[in-house]
């Protein structure tokens, strides 16, 4: 069947066999079906719909068009994590060396940052000299010596997935949950995992604004979780302001040891909390505590006596990175940095955050990058104490800019500003962090 | 706006605005959309469907991407009619030199075969010498000298059209009315014409197998065709058999000439009658004559007269062609080619014919090609005077094959046979030539 046939089916409503779908994949793969032919099958699959079935069979033959890792030879359960992305969200550089140091295994295959969210290899490269470009040999050594490992997806892992979603962001067909779906699952799939936690982000920073549309997505990770035998959990967490303090890449990996090293007030600390939570629940999958508040205990008590960040620091030597920053967080700031305050420009309480705003300035003074290939500073970034429902005086301190120059400043000052909704209202609920937990 | 963002309008089922379709034949003409964002865009544009509006601007942009033909400077009005194609649909040799020869000008811009039909450009260029690629001045010199010339889609003309055909072609994205039309239309009306007659075929040789959609098409194409101010008519005629007596490229040109020498009794000929018909509302829509019955007669007695093969013997030496084909017929057949007949299998009456099977068949052997760049043979052919209706006996002559040797012949010879549904049926109604008239 030529890939135009194929293409018909679809075009005209109905459902594609296994082996269609397993010829479409193939196509994409060796290249015998054209970008053209991939793309106009994949808006007739977001217009006309896939079903369960089709979703399942995309999820595993994106997922078999590749590597899939086995870490059989590490006796402990293995474990890891995926958000779906939102601004300061630093969870993962928190949650893989604490949930190693309780017993669980996190090979974790990381992203970069795209758009308004920030990614994890960028945020370690802001390490000195950490390597994210791990061979699999290497990656299944620092796994096995540190409980953990951090890298990037290489070109064996759901090959698939990459080419489809370079097209998918150039043809306007992102935003429809089962190939969202197929493309996090068919990687995350690849690690070989026994537990899979999944962060689901709602509100004005993420994908998914509404929570509604964040609990669908995680049902259905959830389900194709479970039908590939890993056990699945998905928190849907808000991102309707930036999580914790910083945005950036060093300043989040600065926020990151600070919490590591118990320096930051944890109750009070959203990227502590959520951190906490991901890992309690990755650590009761995993069956290695029996339920969520001794698991949280387990968590607390290991950043306490400070081995998680002994983990973190064995890892980034194995990852041929500069482990004093353990020792001393403030190397990860440059000095050649100038910070700016940004000022509330009228007294109120803060009533909303337009946190994909933030992200997309702080990307813009080369935070982040629009493009898949450009590169970023990593010193760069934002810190704000300030939450929704706190008061605020006009003049009062909403945040601070990490910048180059002034000139950087002056052009995204006004939108950091603006990004704050501040009113006279009294009375204005504080989002939960924590706004459901699915499977 | 980004092609993304104009994708996804078209994607959720929005109208898109004049200026946005603009954006987007401009993005095709001059490569800054990429062919996947193209074909993304032509297939939302198939399943969620184009408004009559959006249809006529995507008309509009893709004639106005090229060159629009001007002959103001010839006083006759201007005419041409367009086939949706078929198998032996050989019109187009008859209606040009004929309508000319009655005082209307046809400018007529042709093009190649694909699939099972056959194309005018190929068919003329059996003809020894004759040049299908007419410079814009040497088109309208012929035009002015012979009152018809015959060329081939120059890059100038739509050029929009070519490389939407060609992804839609590989991304099943052909058969959606609004598409075909802007297809048509923007190369027609890019002739400059006062009138436009044509010829939608129906039934199993087809395009638009069924009467219904064949109609639709027709509709489609008239209004488009008034709204900008072209004078258009379109026949719904018959495809359920091929077209007259041959089908292949020289036997074609050499059953036209035939006709123009008023060598073939013109009472039984379904080419004669289709191109009668075609040629007459030619004129009375150019108002040469006034009515249907008058604008037969004037196209006889140029049959009769010889005027229409004098016309044609002119023009072929205008576009460098060898006119002697016009005193001599025989010449076309080329004589190292093998006359094979095809036998009938059974006794019985004709009920239908698999009309796509022998387009296929001859394409096959060489008479057309599959893919855009092939070459073709234009000796090889079939030739059968049975028609649905008729009776034959077992072992009776279905038709002859115009092949280069018996191994082609035995290759090919079965699909023929089978081609013809032969029952013992008593009554068949034989199929009208003329279906309907719209416009």
Same mark, same amino acid.
């Given at each position: 069947?030529?890939? %135009?046939?194929?293409?018909?089916?679809?075009?005209?409503?109905?459902?594609?066999?296994?082996?269609?779908?397993?010829?479409?994949?193939?196509?994409?793969?060796?290249?015998?079906?054209?970008?053209?032919?991939?793309?106009?099958?994949?808006?007739?699959?977001?217009?006309?719909?896939?079903?369960?079935?089709?979703?399942?069979?995309?999820?595993?033959? $994106?997922?078999?068009?590749?590597?899939?890792?086995?870490?059989?030879?590490?006796?402990?359960?293995?474990?890891?994590?995926?958000?779906?992305?939102?601004?300061? @969200?630093?969870?993962?550089?928190?949650?893989?060396? &604490?949930?190693?140091?309780?017993?669980?295994?996190?090979?974790?295959?990381?992203?970069?940052?795209?758009?308004? *969210?920030?990614?994890?290899?960028?945020?370690? +490269?802001?390490?000195?000299?950490?390597?994210?470009?791990?061979?699999?040999?290497?990656?299944?050594?620092?796994?096995?010596?540190?409980?953990?490992?951090?890298?990037? %997806?290489?070109?064996?892992?759901?090959?698939?997935?990459?080419?489809?979603?370079?097209?998918?962001?150039? *043809?306007? *067909?992102?935003?429809?949950?089962?190939?969202?779906?197929?493309?996090?699952?068919?990687?995350?799939?690849?690690?070989?995992?026994?537990?899979?936690?999944?962060?689901?982000?709602?509100?004005?920073?993420?994908? $998914?604004?509404?929570?509604?549309?964040?609990? /669908?997505?995680?049902?259905?990770?959830?389900?194709?979780?479970?039908?590939?035998?890993?056990?699945?959990?998905?928190?849907?967490? @808000?991102?309707? %302001?930036?999580?914790?303090?910083?945005?950036?890449?060093?300043?989040?990996?600065?926020?990151?040891?600070?919490?590591?090293?118990?320096?930051? +007030?944890?109750?009070?600390?959203?990227?502590?909390?959520?951190?906490?939570?991901?890992?309690?629940?990755?650590?009761?999958?995993?069956?290695? +505590?029996?339920?969520?508040?001794?698991?949280? %205990?387990?968590?607390?008590?290991?950043?306490?006596?400070? /081995?998680? &960040? +002994?983990?973190?620091?064995?890892?980034?030597?194995?990852?041929?990175?500069?482990?004093?920053?353990? @020792?001393?967080?403030?190397? &990860?700031?440059?000095?050649?940095?100038?910070?700016?305050?940004?000022?509330?420009?009228?007294?109120?309480?803060?009533?909303?955050?337009?946190?994909?705003?933030?992200?997309?300035?702080?990307? /813009?003074?080369?935070?982040?990058?629009?493009?898949?290939?450009?590169?970023?500073?990593?010193?760069?970034?934002?810190?704000?104490?300030?939450?929704?429902?706190?008061?605020?005086?006009?003049?009062?301190?909403?945040?601070?800019?990490?910048?180059?120059?002034?000139?950087?400043?002056?052009?995204?000052?006004?939108?950091?500003?603006?990004?704050?909704?501040?009113?006279?209202? &009294?009375?204005?609920?504080?989002?939960?962090?924590?706004?459901?937990?699915?499977?």
């Amino acid at each position: 069947m030529r890939p %135009q046939d194929i293409i018909a089916i679809k075009r005209d409503g109905g459902e594609l066999s296994d082996e269609l779908i397993g010829k479409f994949v193939d196509g994409v793969c060796d290249k015998s079906w054209a970008d053209y032919q991939i793309s106009a099958l994949v808006m007739a699959m977001f217009i006309r719909g896939l079903s369960t079935r089709e979703g399942e069979t995309l999820v595993r033959e $994106m997922l078999n068009s590749g590597e899939i890792l086995d870490f059989s030879e590490i006796a402990m359960p293995k474990a890891d994590k995926h958000s779906t992305g939102g601004v300061g @969200d630093k969870t993962s550089l928190i949650i893989a060396p &604490l949930v190693a140091s309780c017993g669980v295994a996190v090979p974790m295959v990381s992203g970069r940052g795209l758009g308004h *969210t920030g990614g994890t290899l960028d945020k370690l +490269e802001s390490i000195p000299g950490y390597n994210v470009r791990l061979s699999t040999s290497e990656f299944h050594a620092i796994v096995g010596k540190c409980g953990f490992a951090m890298t990037g %997806q290489t070109a064996e892992i759901a090959p698939a997935d990459k080419k489809l979603y370079a097209l998918r962001d150039a *043809t306007a *067909t992102v935003p429809y949950i089962p190939l969202i779906v197929a493309s996090i699952m068919s990687k995350k799939l690849a690690e070989g995992l026994d537990v899979l936690v999944l962060d689901v982000k709602t509100g004005s920073g993420a994908f $998914m604004e509404s929570e509604k549309d964040a609990a /669908e997505l995680a049902r259905a990770m959830v389900a194709t979780g479970e039908r590939f035998n890993v056990k699945t959990q998905a928190v849907i967490s @808000d991102m309707s %302001q930036p999580l914790g303090k910083y945005v950036g890449n060093a300043v989040e990996v600065y926020e990151c040891i600070k919490i590591l090293r118990n320096e930051i +007030e944890p109750a009070a600390e959203p990227t502590w909390e959520l951190s906490l939570e991901l890992s309690a629940r990755m650590l009761v999958l995993a069956d290695v +505590e029996s339920d969520l508040d001794s698991a949280r %205990q387990l968590c607390v008590s290991k950043i306490k006596s400070g /081995e998680a &960040l +002994e983990r973190f620091c064995r890892n980034i030597e194995c990852q041929s990175g500069d482990p004093t920053v353990c @020792d001393d967080p403030d190397k &990860l700031l440059d000095p050649n940095i100038t910070t700016i305050s940004i000022k509330a420009g009228k007294e109120g309480v803060v009533t909303a955050v337009d946190t994909l705003a933030i992200g997309n300035a702080v990307s /813009e003074i080369g935070g982040g990058r629009v493009k898949a290939d450009e590169t970023i500073d990593h010193a760069v970034g934002f810190a704000s104490d300030i939450k929704i429902g706190d008061r605020i005086d006009a003049g009062g301190e909403l945040g601070r800019l990490y910048v180059r120059n002034e000139e950087q400043a002056s052009s995204v000052s006004p939108r950091f500003v603006s990004a704050y909704s501040v009113d006279a209202c &009294l009375d204005i609920k504080r989002p939960d962090l924590i706004r459901n937990v699915i499977g």
